[in-house]
């Protein structure tokens, strides 16, 4: 239907190498996952040695250097075919551009050649119990060691607190996790660290149950009096919900990928499912309310696709804004469970049975609205600008 001139041949090309990859090593094994409510260690070490982590890395930290572009493909072809347990997207895409961005070189040195592999894993530690969308709201609390000399910029942090929703929690090696240094300094307090989970004081909770997205190991994480070196910080002290700000545009077009992706997807499952199903003498697709469903919901996330496209373009010239990635964001997630919704209706009793994608795609669909800032922030952001300068500057905190 339209031609996504954004990729060029090489895209293309990747595309086939990991579908092909995701064909062999995922697709037949998703459904156990999903049973175990986890994925195993050897995919990661799989996906790795096969390139697909990482792929914007630098070669001087063991990646191959290529453009964010070559990230979105794997995204893209996980999701077209379902396989949400892959915790891929946290560690790509998020934990490993805060340490090529932020990170010393020690810390690029030490963890991004691992991530690359799929040898250590990565998660991203910020939600709590009392603080999702307010990331300055944040309690777990990072103190320098109360027997350091004052002034010892060098002083080792002791570091207490509570995370929850952690994506790939069960599994990482290495979290950026934020926490407050000063309690009393609001978002200025805000500081972020690379914890090893090998450190002595972290544990992990239970793998937590979820409506959706079963495969991916989702859990609390606890910090008791755990001791972490200065050096572990990442950028500055007080300078952690900055490095955060900087980086939810891209977090908000990543969502907006997989929607525009699995709205498409859902769309094609429903049509091929239509078409064969029989009612009344006639296809399911012969109906005209079948039709003009699946045509409105056609036309509309050819929209989505469109603008999403643009959004990309615009984050890989350093230029998207943080008002048209939460557009792009509010638009595909809320589409994505419409569409989910819809298509299921169509594929009636079995659009209800778990082993349909449809099922397990209505299931997964929900967080999309949540993940990355809920569609109520994200409205805020958007009309906060529209309403720049016109209102009571408490209207739209």
């Known amino acids: 239907?339209?031609?996504?001139?954004?990729?060029?041949?090489?895209?293309?090309?990747?595309?086939?190498?990991?579908?092909?990859?995701?064909?062999?090593?995922?697709?037949?094994?998703?459904?156990?996952?999903?049973?175990?409510?986890?994925?195993?260690?050897?995919?990661?070490?799989?996906?790795?040695?096969?390139?697909?982590?990482?792929?914007?890395?630098?070669?001087?930290?063991?990646?191959?250097?290529l453009d964010y572009l070559f990230d979105v493909v794997v995204f893209e072809e996980l999701?077209?075919?379902?396989?949400?347990?892959?915790?891929?997207?946290?560690?790509?895409?998020?934990?490993?551009?805060?340490?090529?961005?932020?990170?010393?070189?020690?810390?690029?040195?030490?963890?991004?050649?691992?991530?690359?592999?799929?040898?250590?894993?990565?998660?991203?530690?910020?939600?709590?119990?009392?603080?999702?969308?307010?990331?300055?709201?944040?309690?777990?609390?990072?103190?320098?060691?109360p027997e350091a000399k004052p002034g010892d910029n060098d002083a080792d942090f002791v570091i207490n607190g509570q995370k929850v929703f952690i994506s790939n929690g069960q599994m990482c090696d290495v979290i950026v996790l934020a926490t407050k240094t000063d309690s009393d300094a609001g978002a200025k307090g805000v500081s972020l660290f690379l914890v090893d989970a090998a450190t002595k004081g972290f544990e992990r909770g239970s793998n937590l149950e979820k409506l959706g997205m079963k495969a991916q190991d989702t859990s609390e994480l606890f910090f008791d009096n755990m001791r972490i070196p200065a050096s572990s910080m990442l950028g500055t002290e007080g300078g952690g919900f900055k490095l955060m700000m900087t980086k939810l545009a891209q977090e908000r077009l990543a969502q907006a990928i997989r929607s525009a992706t699995?709205?498409?997807?859902?769309?094609?499952?429903?049509?091929?499912?239509?078409?064969?199903r029989r009612a009344f003498g006639q296809t399911i697709g012969d109906f005209q309310n079948?039709?003009?469903?699946?045509?409105?919901?056609k036309a509309r996330s050819?929209?989505?696709?469109?603008?999403?496209?643009?959004?990309?373009?615009?984050?890989?010239a350093g230029e998207l804004d943080s008002v048209d990635a939460a557009m792009a964001k509010l638009v595909t997630s809320e589409l994505h469970c419409e569409a989910a919704d819809k298509c299921l209706q169509l594929f009636g009793g079995w659009g209800y049975m778990w082993e349909y994608p449809i099922c397990r795609a209505y299931a997964d669909a929900r967080i999309v609205k949540i993940a990355g800032g809920s569609v109520e922030i994200m409205k805020t952001i958007i009309a906060r600008e529209m309403f720049k300068g016109k209102l009571s500057p408490k209207r739209l905190d």
């Open 302 to 316: 050819v929209m989505a696709r469109v603008f999403t496209d643009k959004c990309i373009e615009l984050f890989m």
């Open 290 to 297: 079948t039709q003009f469903v699946l045509a409105d919901l």
């Open 79 to 145: 999701w077209r075919v379902g396989a949400s347990g892959p915790g891929f997207l946290i560690h790509t895409d998020l934990v490993s551009t805060y340490i090529l961005s932020f990170g010393s070189e020690e810390q690029k040195r030490h963890w991004l050649p691992k991530m690359v592999r799929g040898e250590a894993i990565g998660s991203l530690g910020m939600t709590e119990p009392h603080a999702g969308s307010d990331l300055k709201a944040v309690r777990t609390k990072a103190v320098r060691d």
């Open 262 to 276: 699995v709205t498409e997807t859902m769309i094609e499952w429903t049509v091929d499912y239509t078409a064969e």
């Open 1 to 65: 239907m339209i031609d996504r001139k954004i990729f060029t041949l090489e895209h293309d090309m990747w595309r086939e190498t990991v579908r092909k990859f995701v064909e062999k090593e995922i697709v037949p094994l998703h459904a156990q996952w999903e049973r175990d409510g986890i994925v195993p260690r050897e995919l990661w070490l799989k996906a790795g040695e096969a390139g697909l982590l990482c792929c914007t890395v630098p070669e001087e930290y063991g990646g191959l250097g």
